[in-house]
């Protein structure tokens, strides 16, 4: 994609598409902005794994809700990269509570892990096609972003794969991402009909209609992936930007933009960053009315921006 500079005149300067000269500098860039960029906070770089294939996980991390992430890095397009980061998937899987005991000593013994969603980020400058035909039959959870540098002050980074969660009833057997040993208790999986049972037919209907507004703002850059948990369905895309909770007649949404940059004329939206509240956003809107649907979209489209 190009980009140009606009100069005082209003000429434009074409700015020159590259890379890093090393892999290592990409990775040391996205780990120092991780929760800006991804969500994401950083439980360890270059985090050890042992065994039969030993070797180094880039970047182990821990998302907003709680899912054990992974983040693989190729300076340019390498197809060995998502072998290599399903490899230490499976081993983390395997292997959980390493990430337990790596994870509470960077954020504390208190800290909430979710193992229903984990997730593998790989970031290269592009795929071949095959890559995303594969990955769509690997099971859930991973994320192809392609980077390009402009110059030396602009990073673009783009969703080109993020399969869209449909969470099952029972974990599936063929999943990639399924590796319960016999021993562990199974753990809880939430969907949609979840947060519904129970629910009138007009809450019904004011999620369904907001679900094909959120799932469509796509469009060319990338999946929005939906992920419902006990509390919420959250939406992200790179990093979350909205979440939902099912009320008795409502619906409440947690937006991931700050109160003071949302443009809202009706002033709809309100800061609850200083109040406990359900969501990783501060910002909280109530859905009460299918009329109300239209102009909800417009605000949660504002938050979605932020990540693309």
């Not at 992430?69 to 998937?89: A, H």
């Not at 990639?176 to 209907?205: C, I, M, N, W």
């Not at 619906?251 to 800061?271: Q, T």
């Amino acid at each position: 994609m190009p980009l140009f500079h606009i100069d005082s005149n209003n000429q434009t300067q074409r700015i020159r598409a590259g890379g890093f000269d090393l892999e290592k500098h990409l990775q040391r860039l996205v780990e120092q902005n991780l929760e800006e960029v991804f969500g994401v906070r950083l439980v360890a770089s270059e985090f050890a794994v042992h065994g039969e294939q030993p070797g180094r996980i880039d970047t182990l991390g821990l998302d907003f809700e709680g899912a054990p992430t992974i983040i693989e890095y190729k300076r340019d397009k390498n197809e060995s990269v998502i072998n290599q980061g399903l490899y230490y998937m499976d081993w983390l899987l395997n292997h959980r509570g390493d990430f337990v005991v790596a994870a509470r000593d960077a954020h504390g013994s208190d800290v909430e892990i979710n193992w229903s969603h984990p997730r593998l980020i790989i970031i290269a400058q592009g795929y071949v096609k095959r890559d995303t035909y594969a990955v769509n039959r690997m099971g859930e959870g991973i994320e192809l972003w392609e980077y390009v540098r402009y110059g030396d002050d602009l990073l673009y980074l783009n969703q080109v794969y993020g399969q869209q969660r449909s969470v099952p009833a029972q974990p599936s057997p063929v999943s990639a991402f399924t590796t319960q040993s016999q021993d562990e208790a199974p753990e809880a999986v939430y969907t949609l009909d979840y947060h519904l049972k129970g629910k009138l037919e007009s809450v019904r209907e004011l999620i369904e209609r907001l679900r094909q507004s959120i799932l469509g703002m796509a469009a060319d850059e990338g999946e929005i992936i939906e992920t419902p948990n006990k509390r919420y369905v959250s939406y992200r895309h790179g990093k979350n930007f909205c979440e939902v909770q099912f009320m008795a007649r409502s619906l409440k949404l947690c937006l991931d933009i700050d109160a003071s940059e949302l443009e809202d004329p009706r002033n709809l939206a309100r800061n609850v960053s200083e109040i406990w509240h359900l969501g990783t956003g501060n910002t909280e809107v109530k859905l009460n009315s299918p009329d109300e649907i239209d102009y909800a979209v417009g605000l949660i489209e504002q938050a979605y921006r932020l990540t693309v």
